[in-house]
């Protein structure tokens, strides 16, 4: 494509962009430094103003007095403002799927899937309004009543990734405020017109329930911007997804202060391929997780490890479905990947895939880039490599297609290939055999273990996270909701002597 019709393309998507953020009712951001660019052509969308330490301090200070008065409002009246947004989401779904898209880079439906993902959680988080409930235990004290109450935690710091930008915001944000906490989120500064879409959704769902608009707040810019975030006392809780390395320099910052962290970072996922495996799914399975979104999950398969008996069979079939994969305009209705978000993700894959090859590696297909929109933008082939071990290369995240093939011969050695990596996020296995199925949910180290599906794609319902370099952190379903809040331990004494545990006599 020629440079001018490239430049036109990139126009009409700026306006495009400006169009959507004016039907989703946010108002234009005044013009500043901080460029909103689509990785579809590579075109800016629209300038942004950064928020200064100062403006940030500001929206803390503004979360933090909201969150007095949000703290009393009783749950199921909280979870009033999580069901307007819910509704206003559907009503809005394509518009804000389609931002998705000019945004990160996704396809049609995967953005509208991020936008149900976000819809459900709403859901999951209306139901829990009524269930933030403790346990009772029973004393060692005659006319006592030992519990425990569960209590709002305080304001929210939400850091989010490119790669979700909206639905890993609703998983912490929905279940925060039906919690009581509020919220300061900073998106990904590559993702800055979704996050002032949905923060517009949110401002004015509160407004049509009658709540504090100020529960919520948004603040853009660079890492230097999220800093505050990390070091601020105010906030009770940082939830960060990311990157290891940024995972690491947060950690022990919130922790030196002693607040919370729920840290979501690396993976770098393995499905195994037994030889009783259903092929035919493995394949379908397979292809999604590893090529679906361009690699760009943090739950996108990165190693497969496959029986050496069904090995070449099954390499062939990928390599036959991986040649049939359209790879273009992520708008463009048929076509299954999309591209990466920027240079800096290509460069990282071309370093991966030439490191393969130095270390023993053979490309079956795949890796190379694809001129769709011209030279600002990043599309590629998804990689397909088979590995002689599982190398340094191999145990590194590259956020990029690229799919290495390991073997193995015992099931024990399949595992631990699956283990033996620093990050712990998702896994799964491809086997009609119920034993080694079991061997496999017993002993995969990660947060997910799925059995006969790939590695992404979760659902809301579940714990969503994983182990080791993954940062140990749960958001979305199950009781993820308990790290949002404080856990009180009562003692009630309702009789008319003073018992002391343990049985002590005192005086
Ligand atoms: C992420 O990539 O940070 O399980 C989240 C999945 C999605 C969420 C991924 N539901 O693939």
Redesign the pocket.
Known sequence: MTQTVTENFSEQLALRAGALLHSLGATLPDPGPLVARTPISGGALLPLTVDTPAEVDAAIGRAATAFESWRTVPAPVRAGLVRRLAQLLVTHSDELAELVSLEAGKIGPEALGEVQ?MIDVCEFAIGLSRQLYGATMPSERPGHRLMETWHPLGVVGVIS?F??PV??WAWNTAIALVCGDTVVWKPSETTPLTALACHTLLRRAAAEVGADPEVHQLIQGDGSVGSVLVDDPRVALLSA?GSVRMGATVAPKVAARFGRCLL?LGGNNAAIVAPSADLELAVRGIVFSAAGTAGQ???SLRRLIVHSSIADQLVDRLAAAYGQLPVGNPLDDGVLVGPLINERAFTAMQDALSGAVAQGGEIVCGGERVDVLGPESYYVRPALVRMPAQTELVREETFAPILYVLTYDEIDEAIALNNGVPQGLSSSIFTLDQREAEQFLTHSDCGIANVNIGT???EIGGAFGGEKNTGGGRESGSDSWKAYMRRATNTINYSTELPLAQGIHFG
């Open positions: 993902e990734a790669n979700f639905a890993v997804t979501e999950r943090c739950t992404s794609g979760a």
